[in-house]
Nanobody, 130 residues
């Protein structure tokens, strides 16, 4: 059983930056697809940025393009989400979702369909406020 652990959330002013981390507790981060999702109060969970293990194609939601960057560090066994120029509307709980079983779809499909993920972390709160 894979346990995903997110960290790096917090309170930041508009225009500030945060870097979220997603690691697998007690195992390697072995995935076919992985991504960051967020859920704001009263809203549904949505895909923010996703990527596949087999290629370099990444997906970003329009609302975060140019501000957020997803990346992975194999040596650290961690996937990151660098968030710059944060806005108040970025306030949400951010989750890491991972597909460990065979997946032949695209990164944007993975981000759009929450049911594609096999595992979820517990989430980390990001609050953007002055």
């Amino acid at each position: 059983q894979v346990q995903l652990v997110e960290s790096g959330g917090g309170l930041v002013q508009p225009g500030g930056s945060l870097r979220l981390s997603c690691a697998a507790s007690g195992s390697t981060l072995d995935y076919y697809a992985i991504g960051w999702f967020r859920q704001a109060p009263g809203k549904e969970r949505e895909g923010v940025s996703c990527m596949l293990d087999r290629d370099e194609i990444t997906y970003y939601a329009d609302s975060v393009k140019g501000r957020f960057t997803i990346s992975r560090d194999n040596a650290e066994n961690t996937v990151y989400l660098q968030m710059n120029n944060l806005k108040t509307e970025d306030t949400a709980v951010y989750y890491c979702g991972m597909r460990a079983s065979v997946y032949l779809g695209s990164s944007d499909y993975f981000c759009a369909h929450l049911s594609s993920a096999d595992y979820w972390g517990q989430g980390t709160q990001v609050t953007v406020s002055s």
